[in-house]
């Protein structure tokens, strides 16, 4: 059981760090890059960035926290393993407002912006960006500090457990 629940940790602080740095990475380089740029490049950018993102290796880091997070929670109910749990279950819910926010706020303004079309059929790209580009980015820095914060907590969560066994 001791090894279950420590790699139930590795996998859910291996989950909440990739999760952390991909919205990271968008908050701090992707969006800043494409606000210089054209209204067509970033609706073009962000569309098929939409549409690439959904891959096997995404979907299992994105919804495997879920599953390993809540494994590691349930594992670690036990009493000689509690003292590790609140910072489990306080990743746990950090990862899911990441969640929550990306299948509440994200995906849908990704959806609406690929039901806009083409770039090159659309006849305000302006209006189209406006709609998507400032709610997208502001809810991305949310779910980054948030998978972030999850992230931290998994990582003290490791050391917590390791000192334990110690």
Known sequence: MKALS???LILSTLSAGLMAGLFAAFAYAVMPGLKQSSSRTLVEAMQRINVAILNPVFMSAFMGGLLFMLAAVILHWRADLRPVLPWVIAGFLLYLVMFFVTAGVNV?????LAKAGAPGEIADLG??????????????????VAATGSFGCFIWALIKHGAKSQ
């Open 6 to 8: 420590t790699l139930s």
């Open 108 to 112: 849908p303004l990704n959806d609406q």
């Open 127 to 144: 209006a189209v960006r406006a709609a998507f580009e400032d709610k997208w980015v502001a809810w991305n820095v949310v779910r980054a």
